[in-house]
């Protein structure tokens, strides 16, 4: 039975639009306060360094990072992180306890030192469980929770201590038992562990937390606060640009079935970029996000099978023949992205002396390869089996497009077995397409399927198993955490990608699970992104 009507994905129009966004403004450009901010970044240095005792250290790194400062100390980070893994402190029995272990435990793998799981079984009775009395300790349980996200395949012990720290807390929490500042930390935990979460949307709420807290030195909070505003009033002027090139592109007159998204897009490379000397990089993959979401409407929403069809032979030949057989809408779809390829393609071989045209219109091609796909499903009623499904479903999520742009535009020099490992879809791209697909089902297929689309994830296991919808979400929730153990081994592997690089592709994934974690912050406007959204770009800290 084929569609002959079109659908319609019911979006509203933004909540942005180019007269707002144009009118954006910061006092933050101001010479005084980037001057104020390196002022602090040299005391909070020697904060750093005059340090005695390693466990402060560690707490005083682990701060920086949830206020998203972080990246103004790498050198001295590195070199700290490094010599507390070789001194090996946090194994000695005198000083050991739950949270300095844990703590350590955290930032030195997510430092790509693989510190052993053994260390916890210090906390456990003969029989091998965790000591019942550790849950008195709670910042040290929370320590544990967090830590037990850094897990790979087959660390049972860790496992062990999510669930043990995961039950504790949350009893914590129903019996209401902890301060404000620690059950709002551990409630946001719960729902989202730190090292699931993007580090820099994230560090609004994290600045706020901290004000509140008693403990804190005021040189961290001023310069998290200073430099949140200053790295604010870049993302204006970013923003700007782009929404004046969606404007000339007229695509939102000429598409009006598409999302028109150029900020919750914009978001998306916040998480995904977060350094702030990416301004250029973010632009380009932000523009990148928006011609995806609008072609993905136009397989997803608008277009009939003939017509999809049509498109993705266009795209696979790049042919202006074809071209010419497509409807008006398609024409103008098909050009503008010709044109961002070759802005994309002018760039690097301006910059890295790199030809990547051929290589651009594969990952394209791959792309519309699966949304045909998905589209003659969900037009012939095909329901596919979860591995029928996922097996399209992690390119159709571009995620292998995005992390091409973000090589291609970070990396320099562009190394031969780092774009051979690209073209061939390292397991560090297929891992962060599985958990930004898997978070974006879980956040929009209830829409999707009321609008009509291809059964996604959740709907795809409820099919074949016969699962309750909230038994299938449970399954695809421990689908994430399988492709997270995977992410996070992949940081102890010799890679031929940097370390941005490798960051971005786990940050995407964090990015997903930011985005949709109450319902589709991307397509259907919710209060919460809503809010996240105007604290993150146009409400500055004060
Ligand atoms: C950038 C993206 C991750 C990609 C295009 C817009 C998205 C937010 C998402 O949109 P969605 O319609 O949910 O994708 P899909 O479910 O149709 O693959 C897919
Ligand atoms: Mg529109
Ligand atoms: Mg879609
Ligand atoms: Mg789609
Ligand atoms: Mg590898
Ligand atoms: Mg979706």
């Known amino acids: 039975q084929l569609q002959s009507t079109r659908r319609s994905g019911n979006y509203k129009p933004t909540l942005w639009d180019f007269e707002r966004i144009q009118s954006l403004n910061s006092v933050y450009t101001e010479e005084k306060y980037t001057t104020r901010a390196s002022e602090l970044v040299v ?73 052993s799981q053994d260390v916890f079984d210090f ?56 301060d404000e500042y620690l059950s709002s930390l551990v409630r946001r935990s719960l729902e989202l562990p730190l090292h699931w979460s993007v580090q820099r949307p994230n560090s609004r709420w994290l600045i706020d937390a901290y004000t509140n807290r008693s403990d804190v030195n005021p040189i961290l909070i001023e310069l998290a606060k200073l430099d949140f505003n200053i790295v604010q009033a870049s993302y204006h002027e970013e923003l700007k640009e782009v929404s004046r090139w969606w ?83 398609m024409q103008i779809c098909y050009m503008a992205l010709d044109s961002f390829i070759n802005e994309m393609a002018y760039h690097v071989l301006k910059e890295q002396g790199v030809l990547i045209i051929q290589d651009l219109r594969k990952f394209w091609a791959d792309l519309c390869v699966a949304y045909a796909k998905e589209a003659e499903w969900y037009h ?50 297929r891992n962060s397409a ?60 010799e890679s031929p990608f940097s370390k941005d690089f490798i960051r971005s592709a786990a940050d995407l994934g964090r990015h997903a699970q930011y985005m949709y974690q109450h319902g589709d912050g991307h397509g259907i406007r919710n209060p919460q992104m809503e809010e996240r959204i105007s604290t993150l770009i146009f409400q500055p800290i004060d």
């Not at 904060?47 to 990072?65: G, R, V, Y």
């Not at 103004?72 to 306890?97: A, G, M, P, T, V």
């Not at 967090?146 to 995961?166: C, D, I, N």
């Not at 020099?413 to 073209?423: D, V």
């Open 247 to 329: 404007k000339e592109t007229e695509l939102a007159e000429k598409l009006p079935f598409a999302r028109d998204r150029v900020v919750e897009n914009y978001i998306w490379n916040v998480g995904l970029l977060f350094q702030p000397q990416y301004g250029y990089p973010r632009i380009m993959t932000t523009k990148l996000f928006i011609l995806i979401t609008v072609i993905d409407d136009v397989f997803d929403v608008y277009g009939t099978l003939e017509e999809t069809e049509l498109f993705k032979k266009a795209i696979l030949s790049w042919d202006v023949e074809v071209l010419d057989q497509l409807p008006n809408y």
């Open 434 to 493: 599985m958990i930004l697909r898997l978070a974006d089902d879980l956040g929009t297929s209830s829409y999707e399927m009321q609008r009509g689309d291809v059964p996604k994830a959740v709907e795809c296991y409820m099919n074949e198993m016969g699962a309750s919808v909230e038994e299938a979400r449970e399954h695809v929730k421990c689908m994430i955490r399988e492709a997270w153990m995977k992410t996070s081994a992949e940081r102890f592997k």
């Open 380 to 429: 012939t009623g095909h329901k596919p089996t979860m591995e029928e499904y996922i097996d399209v479903a992690w390119i159709s999520i571009s995620a292998h497009l995005i992390l091409a742009h973000v090589f291609f535009l970070i990396t320099n020099p562009i190394g031969k077995e780092a774009a051979e490992s690209l073209r061939n879809y390292d397991d560090i791209i």
């Open 43 to 115: 005391q909070v240095k020697k904060l750093l360094l005059l340090e005695s005792n390693w466990f402060l250290q560690l707490e005083l790194i682990d701060d920086l990072q949830k206020l998203g400062v972080s990246y103004r100390f790498n050198h001295e980070i590195n070199q700290i992180l490094n010599r507390i893994y070789l001194e090996q402190k946090y194994c000695n029995n005198s000083e050991r306890d739950l949270y300095s272990t844990a703590l350590a435990f955290r930032l030195l793998r997510q430092h790509g030192l693989k510190v």
């Open 123 to 178: 906390f456990k009775n003969d029989e091998g469980e965790f000591e019942p009395n550790l849950g008195d300790n709670t910042k040290g349980l929370l320590q544990l929770y967090e830590a037990s996200f850094l897990l790979t395949e087959g660390e049972m012990s860790l496992e062990q201590a999510r669930v043990f720290s995961t039950n504790l807390l949350q009893k914590k929490l129903d019996d209401g038992i902890m």
